[in-house]
Antibody
Framework: QITLKESGPTLVKPTQTLTLTCTFS??????????VGWIRQPPGKALEWLAL???????RYSPSLKSRLTITKDTSKNQVVLTMTNMDPVDTATYYC????????????WGQGTLVTVSS | QTVVTQEPSLTVSPGGTVTLTCASS?????????PNWFQQKPGQAPRALIY???NKHSWTPARFSGSLLGGKAALTLSGVQPEDEAEYYC?????????FGGGTKLTVL
C-alpha cells in the first residue's frame, strides 16, 4: 500500500524559504523508474506541477519556477524534500507530493496535501 | 511558456455521455505527450484516472475512457453518475517536464 504525507510549516513570511518534506511508504525510491513529484494548488485554482525526482537522482523542474526550487531525496529515510526560496503571497497554496510509477505514469498516488500560507 | 487548455465547465445529465478535451499550445496532442487525466472532488487530493492516453488504473471505473480526438486528448464518461461531479485535470508530458491543464468543472444535473 503506497502512502505519502507532506509536512512543513503552515505559515511563512514573504522572502523566506519554504522547506517541505514528503514522507512515504509502500515503495522505494531506489526502484528503477520510480519518482516523487511536488504539485501545488492555490485556493480555488488549478494544479501546478513544481518538481520531480527519480530513482536515479534525475531531477526535473517547472521552467517558470526552476530558479527558486530544489528537490532532493533521502532514500534511507523514505523522504523527498522540496525547498522554494523567496516566498511570496502568490505562493499560498496546498502543496501535494505524489508517487510516479515512471516518467510516463506520473502521480498515480497522492498525499493529502498541506496548506502553506505566505503572509507577514 | 506551454499552455494546456481544457473546457472551463461542462454540464451533463445523469446517465448521459460527456467528452472533456485537452489541447496543447504547441500543436496537436499525440500519444507522445502521454496524456493523463485526474479527478478532484472538493476538499480532496486529486485521483489518477487515465495514463498514457487510454490506460486505466486498477481503480478507474469502466465508464471512464481516454482517447485522442481531433488533435486533442479526450476523456469520455459514459453513463455518468452523480458522484462523477468533480473537477477534471489533464496532464501532458513535454520531454521530462509536465504541464497540467486548467481543469474542467463537470456538473451532473
Amino acid at each position: 500500500q503506497i502512502t505519502l504525507k507532506e509536512s512543513g510549516p503552515t505559515l511563512v513570511k514573504p522572502t523566506q524559504t519554504l522547506t517541505l518534506t514528503c514522507t512515504f511508504s509502500g515503495f522505494s525510491l531506489s526502484t528503477s523508474g520510480v519518482g516523487v513529484g511536488w504539485i501545488r494548488q492555490p485556493p480555488g485554482k488549478a494544479l501546478e506541477w513544481l518538481a520531480l525526482i527519480y530513482w536515479n537522482d534525475d531531477k526535473r523542474y517547472s521552467p517558470s519556477l526552476k530558479s527558486r526550487l530544489t528537490i532532493t531525496k533521502d532514500t534511507s529515510k523514505n523522504q523527498v524534500v522540496l525547498t522554494m526560496t523567496n516566498m511570496d503571497p502568490v505562493d499560498t497554496a496546498t502543496y501535494y507530493c505524489a508517487h510516479s510509477q515512471s516518467g510516463y505514469v506520473p502521480f498515480d498516488y497522492w498525499g493529502q496535501g498541506t496548506l502553506v500560507t505566505v503572509s507577514s | 511558456q506551454t499552455v494546456v487548455t481544457q473546457e472551463p465547465s461542462l454540464t451533463v445529465s445523469p446517465g448521459g455521455t460527456v467528452t472533456l478535451t485537452c489541447a496543447s499550445s504547441t500543436g496537436a496532442v499525440t500519444s507522445g505527450y502521454y496524456p493523463n487525466w485526474f479527478q478532484q472532488k472538493p476538499g480532496q487530493a486529486p485521483r489518477a484516472l487515465i495514463y498514457s492516453t487510454s490506460n486505466k488504473h486498477s481503480w478507474t471505473p469502466a465508464r471512464f475512457s481516454g482517447s485522442l480526438l481531433g488533435g486533442k486528448a479526450a476523456l469520455t464518461l459514459s453513463g455518468v453518475q452523480p458522484e462523477d461531479e468533480a473537477e477534471y485535470y489533464c496532464l501532458l508530458y513535454y520531454g521530462g517536464a509536465v504541464v497540467f491543464g486548467g481543469g474542467t468543472k463537470l456538473t451532473v444535473l
